[in-house]
């Protein structure tokens, strides 16, 4: 299972973007796929969750800023950013809690990362 996040750049405070996590390999089944960010000197945390169902979860600094989405015809995440504030400004990681096979355990997979820059 791979997963390959792209859409990072550098833009200006007020700027928008918008990530892509394409996801392939086998995998039977998602359950969540997920954004998560760490800024320099700082600990990976969660930016935003979507659940198989299409349920959507945000963490409360980019709460109306941002917003996920999935297309499972595409096995793809997307995260649109914007009103983006140079606080934004770290890498960003796809994550998704998938199962290869109807009879495996779920497993946790990450992407690779994409940066993103907000200059103020």
């Known amino acids: 299972v791979q997963l390959q996040a792209s859409g990072g750049g550098l833009v200006q405070a007020g700027g928008s973007l918008r990530l892509s996590c394409v996801v392939s390999?086998?995998?039977?089944?998602?359950?969540?796929m997920s954004w998560f960010r760490q800024a320099p000197q700082k600990q990976r945390e969660w930016v935003a969750s979507?659940?198989?169902?299409?349920?959507?979860t945000y963490a409360d600094p980019v709460k109306g800023r941002f917003t996920i989405s999935k297309d499972n015809d595409k096995n793809t995440a997307y995260l649109q950013l914007n009103s983006l504030k140079p606080e934004d400004t770290a890498v960003y990681y796809c994550?998704?809690?998938?199962?290869?096979?109807?009879?495996?355990?779920?497993?946790?997979?990450w992407g690779q990362g994409t940066q993103v820059t907000v200059s103020s």
């Open positions: 994550h998704i809690a998938a199962r290869s096979t109807f009879f495996s355990a779920e497993y946790d997979y």
């Open positions: 390999g086998s995998i039977f089944s998602i359950s969540t």
């Open positions: 979507v659940t198989g169902g299409g349920s959507t």
